[in-house]
Nanobody, 118 residues
Framework: QVQLVESGGGLVQPGGSLRLSCTAS????????MGWYRQAPGKQRELVAT???????NQADSVKDRFTVSRDNAKNTVYLQMNSLKPEDTAVYYC????????????WGQGTQVTVSS
């Protein structure tokens, strides 16, 4: 019912920046949370940052001072501005959305690769 399309991934040097975008389409009623998770090779998928329609944010401590999640509700788009990138940030980044109404549901994008390397 909900489709999430990501863009903006790529290869960047340590210390560089990238901006990811994710636009949602489909049945968007009661989508209250959008944001980003990531999964590095050999690791579990982990929270990066999320934001609600009201502007409340939940961010991983490891990226809180470097990454910023933002949302344009009118465009159904969520962004992740990534600065001061480190090799440890290398992962597939997944856009995420949550439906609050019954039954609750989670939606995921297909993922976009971010590689931080010299």
């Amino acid at each position: 019912q909900v489709q999430l399309v990501e863009s903006g991934g790529g290869l960047v040097q340590p210390g560089g920046s990238l901006r990811l975008s994710c636009t949602a389409s489909g049945s968007l009623f009661s989508i209250d949370t959008m944001g980003w998770y990531r999964q590095a090779p050999g690791k579990q998928r982990e929270l990066v940052a999320t934001v609600t329609t009201g502007g409340s944010r939940n961010q991983a401590d490891s990226v809180k001072d470097r990454f910023t999640v933002s949302r344009d509700n009118a465009k159904n788009t969520v962004y992740l501005q990534m600065n001061s990138l480190k090799p440890e940030d290398t992962a597939v980044y997944y856009c995420y959305a949550r439906r609050a109404r019954w039954p609750p549901a989670d939606y995921w994008g297909q993922g976009t690769q971010v590689t931080v390397s010299s």
